[in-house]
T-cell receptor
């Protein structure tokens, strides 16, 4: 029962261009969403988050957009850099009912120099 | 300030043996979470513990798996009588408080291989 889905297992982007990573969820009760970045042989590292009361959150080169009606969020990286090459996981949770994060299966981003 | 530490990084067990995975949270963190990542899948929540207490174990398999976080020492995830399907990467995360979802810091994981 995959409540958070990342349908693109991989994405390649030229350095300097925009990377757009997508994530869909099925549980309308989710009210907090996060993106994590993971390098090989390391644990995930928190990148950016968004509450359901917002539709956009920006932090430097990273922007997360939330479309609640479509149950869809996306992560935009502009401009993309080779060091951004990693696996990106989106995660969702319901803030007041426990501490489970539901993770997507990840998208492997390759930024080509 | 050391991050979340997990050991061993790699663990190989034969079917039927026991696996013990250790997690030392970041200094000052009293909340520990365990996740499992099966091949080609995302991380799946297993259990949430505070010192000496299991708060939420809804993601934990009902048999063979147990977790503890004693007053002193690391958190332990224990898998008894391992089977091949237990082969996965097990990640531990810790947080200082329980109500800020973006402050779970992850360890590097333990990769368990069951032969």
């Amino acid at each position: 029962d995959q409540q958070v889905k990342q349908n693109s297992p991989s994405l390649s982007v030229q350095e300097g261009r925009i990377s757009i990573l997508n994530c869909d969820y099925t549980n309308s009760m989710f009210d907090y969403f996060l993106w994590y970045k993971k390098y090989p042989a390391e644990g995930p590292t928190f990148l950016i988050s968004i509450s359901s009361i917002k539709d956009k959150n920006e932090d430097g080169r990273f922007t997360v957009f939330l479309n609640k009606s479509a149950k869809h969020l996306s992560l935009h990286i502009v401009p993309s850099q080779p060091g951004d090459s990693a696996v990106y996981f989106c995660a969702a949770t319901q803030m007041n009912t426990g501490n489970q994060f539901y993770f997507g299966t990840g998208t492997s981003l390759t930024v080509i120099p | 300030n050391a991050g979340v530490m997990q050991n061993p990084r790699h663990l190989v067990r034969r079917r039927g043996q026991e696996a013990r995975l250790r997690c030392s949270p970041m200094k000052g963190h009293s909340h520990v979470y365990w996740y499992r990542q099966l091949p080609e899948e995302g991380l799946k929540f297993m259990v949430y513990l505070q010192k000496e207490n299991i708060i939420d174990e809804s993601g934990m398999p009902k048999e063979r798996f147990s977790a503890e976080f004693p007053k002193e020492g690391p958190s332990i995830l224990r898998i008894q009588q391992v089977v091949r399907g237990d082969s996965a990467a097990y990640f531990c995360a810790s947080s200082q408080v329980a109500d800020h979802r973006d402050t779970q810091y992850f360890g590097p994981g333990t990769r368990l291989t069951v032969l």
